[in-house]
C-alpha cells in the first residue's frame, strides 16, 4: 500500500487545504460551470469498443457510445437504443430486437440496425477480447486456439457476412441467432463490444483501431452517444465533447469532458483536494479513510460486482515438475491453503477498509440478483472458512512441518496493494508450513503467465462483465479458455447443465457449482471490494451500475 502522507506536517498541509475550500470544509466547483475533469489512475486504450477490455476506457466509451441495452443501479438490463428487451424464441435460440426510429450518429446522419449487425462483425476481425461473447455464443462463428493462445480465424469480414448469425431484418429490427441457449445473453448485449461504431470512421482497414486515436475539434470521432471524442492522448488525456446531435441533448448540460491520466494515488488525491480534477476515480483509501471532511465527497458505486482471489494451477498445465505443482494436484492441501490464507490480514493489508470491502468466503461476490431478486451470494452464503488449526492439522497429515516447509511461488503484477497483499498472505500461510515464494512482474508478463497456466498460484480480480454468476463459473470451463486451470470434467458437467435450466432452478444449479469450485480448492476467495472515487460536493446527475460503469450524460454542477 502507498503511503500518502510521510510526516505530520503533510497531514496539517492537507488539513489546511481542505478547510480553505468552503466554510465546512467542502470542496465545491463553480456553480453551472460546463465543463468536468476526470481523474483515472492508468493509461487509455484506444477508445474502439470492439478491442476495450479495461474499466478506464470502458467508462470513456460509455459517455460517447449508446448499445442497444444498458444495466441499471441494482444489475437490471434495460432498454437503451432498443425499444424493448428481445423477443426470444421458444428454444432459447434465435433473438428479435427492435431498436427506436429516428436513431442518428452524431454526425447527423442515419443508424440503423444494419450499423450494428455491421459493427459486431468488425468486431470479429479485431481479435478483442470481449469478442468471446460473440464467437462463443453467435452461430456461425468460430474460434481458433492452440494451447489457449488466440489465433483467431478472421483477417476481413467476408465469412462472417455469409455465415454470421446476425441480421438486420430491416432498418429497425436486427436478429441473432445463438449456438446454445443463454439465459445471460441479453445482459451481455450491454457490453461495449456490441456499440456500434461510423463505418465511415473506421474506414478500409476494418482490423485495424488507429482511427480511434485521429480526434480533434474540427474533426472528431463520429459517437452515437451523449459526447463526440475531439482528442485522444492514451497516455495523457481524453477529450469529449457534447453531441447536438444526440437524442436526448437538451437534457444534457456538460459541453466537455476531460479524462486525465494521474496514475499515482497521492497525486490523484492531492490534485482533488487542490480543484484540480472534479471526479477522482483512483485515490488513497487509506487517506479517504482516514479525513472525515475527506469521507463527506465519496461517491461509491454500490453494489459494485468485483472479487479478489488467488488462483490455482491445478489443471493441464500442472506438469509437477516443481514441488509446488505437485503439491496442488492434492485437493486437501488446497483446501489448507484456502483456510489459512488470512482473508482479513489480506484485506487490511489492500487499506480498504470495512467501508469499502468485505471477506469473501466463496467465488461470486455480492451484487448479482437470482432469479427471485435476492442477492445471489447472501442466498448462498459462505463455502469456505478461515481455520489455521484445522489447515495445519492437513498440512502435517502430508508431512509438512517448521522443518519442513512447502515452498509454492504466487505471482502478481507488481503494483504496490498487490505486493501488501502477498506479504500478507505469505506471513499467514506460515503458520500452516507453507513458504509463499512471491514473484512479482511486469504487467505485460504476469498476464501473460497467467492466461498461458505458466504458474503455481496467481493474483486475480474480476468484475462482471454481465450480470450473471455464470460470468464468474464459465471462467473455468473449456480447454480453450485463458487462464482456465481448473479443467475438471465434473465442474464443466454442472455448469453446462444448469444452462439447461431456467429461473431459481437454474439458479440453485450454479450454487452448488460454485460450492464444488471453490471446496476443490481451484480458486481461493479472499475478498470483494468497490472503489470509493471522490466528487466535488456540488457535482450531481453521476448514475452507475454494479459492473463498474458510471455515467456522466446527465451530470451537472449545482
Not at 186 to 199: I, K, R
Not at 238 to 256: G, R
Request: glycine share 6%; proline share 3%; charged share 20%.
Amino acid at each position: 500500500m502507498k503511503k500518502i502522507l510521510a510526516s505530520t506536517a503533510a497531514l496539517a498541509m492537507v488539513a489546511t487545504t481542505l478547510a480553505g475550500c468552503g466554510g465546512s470544509g467542502e470542496i465545491t466547483a463553480e456553480s453551472g460551470k460546463t465543463n468536468l475533469t476526470v481523474a483515472v489512475g492508468g493509461d487509455f486504450a484506444l477508445p474502439d469498443p470492439a478491442i476495450v477490455d479495461d474499466s478506464i476506457t470502458a467508462n470513456v466509451l460509455t459517455q460517447c457510445y449508446d448499445g442497444l441495452y444498458k444495466l441499471d443501479k441494482d444489475g437490471n438490463v434495460t432498454p437503451n437504443l432498443a425499444t424493448e428487451l428481445p423477443t426470444i424464441s421458444d428454444d432459447g435460440l434465435t433473438y428479435t430486437i427492435k431498436i427506436k426510429d429516428g436513431l442518428t450518429w452524431s454526425d447527423g446522419s442515419p443508424l440503423t440496425a444494419e450499423d450494428f449487425v455491421w459493427s459486431w462483425k468488425r468486431a470479429m476481425t479485431t481479435q478483442g477480447y470481449y469478442t468471446n461473447f460473440m464467437y462463443n455464443y453467435i452461430e456461425g462463428t468460430t474460434y481458433w486456439s492452440e494451447e489457449k493462445q488466440t489465433n483467431m480465424p478472421y483477417t476481413n469480414m467476408d465469412d462472417l457476412d455469409a455465415n454470421m448469425g446476425v441480421e438486420a431484418v430491416d432498418d429497425t429490427t436486427i436478429q441473432i441467432t445463438l449456438k446454445m441457449a443463454a439465459p445471460y445473453f441479453t445482459s451481455m448485449l450491454a457490453n461495449t463490444v456490441f456499440y456500434p461504431v461510423n463505418q465511415n470512421e473506421v474506414g478500409e482497414d476494418v482490423s485495424s483501431s488507429e482511427w480511434a486515436q485521429n480526434a480533434s475539434a474540427e474533426d472528431p470521432i463520429v459517437t452515437n452517444g451523449a459526447f463526440e471524442i475531439t482528442a485522444v492522448n492514451i497516455k495523457d488525456t481524453i477529450t469529449l465533447s457534447k453531441s447536438e446531435n444526440y437524442a436526448d441533448a437538451d437534457n444534457v448540460q456538460l459541453q466537455t469532458i476531460d479524462f486525465k491520466v494521474m496514475s499515482d494515488l497521492d497525486s490523484q488525491t492531492q490534485a482533488f483536494i487542490s480543484g484540480e480534477v472534479d471526479f477522482a476515480t483512483a485515490v488513497n483509501v487509506t487517506q479517504v479513510n482516514g479525513d472525515e471532511q475527506l469521507q463527506n465527497h465519496v461517491y461509491k458505486i454500490d453494489p459494485f460486482v468485483c472479487n479478489y482471489y488467488v488462483l490455482v494451477n491445478a489443471g493441464k498445465e500442472n506438469d509437477g515438475s516443481t514441488d509446488g505443482l505437485a503439491a496442488l494436484k492434492d485437493p486437501e492441501i488446497r483446501q489448507a491453503i484456502s483456510m489459512g490464507i488470512g482473508r482479513t490480514e489480506a484485506r487490511n493489508a489492500y487499506g480498504y477498509g470495512d467501508d469499502f470491502s468485505y471477506n469473501l468466503y466463496a467465488m461470486i461476490p455480492r451484487g448479482i440478483p437470482d432469479a427471485e431478486g435476492n442477492d445471489f451470494r447472501d442466498e448462498g452464503g459462505d463455502i469456505v472458512s478461515d481455520n489455521v488449526e484445522e489447515a495445519k492439522k492437513i498440512m502435517e497429515s502430508k508431512g509438512y512441518n517448521a522443518d519442513n516447509m512447502l515452498t509454492i511461488e504466487y505471482k502478481y503484477n507488481n503494483l504496490a496493494t498487490h505486493k501488501a497483499v502477498a506479504e500478507s498472505m505469505q506471513n499467514s500461510l506460515k503458520q500452516i508450513y507453507v513458504n509463499l515464494e512471491l514473484v512479482p512482474e511486469e504487467k505485460e508478463a504476469f498476464f501473460n503467465d497467467r492466461d498461458t497456466g505458466n504458474f503455481e498460484l496467481a493474483r486475480h480480480a474480476m468484475t462482471a462483465d454481465y450480470l450473471d454468476p455464470m460470468c464468474y463459473l464459465s471462467m473455468n470451463v473449456g480447454s480453450t479458455t485463458l487462464g482456465n486451470t481448473t479443467d475438471d470434467a465434473d465442474f464443466e458437467k454442472m455448469v453446462n447443465d444448469a444452462n439447461l435450466l431456467d429461473g431459481q432452478e437454474r439458479m440453485d444449479a450454479m450454487h452448488e457449482a460454485e460450492k464444488y469450485l471453490v471446496e476443490q480448492g481451484y480458486i481461493i476467495p479472499l475478498f470483494g471490494y468497490t472503489e470509493p472515487y471522490l466528487k466535488v460536493m456540488n457535482l450531481t446527475g453521476i448514475t452507475s451500475s454494479p459492473e463498474g460503469h458510471y455515467d456522466l450524460t446527465h451530470a451537472y454542477f449545482e
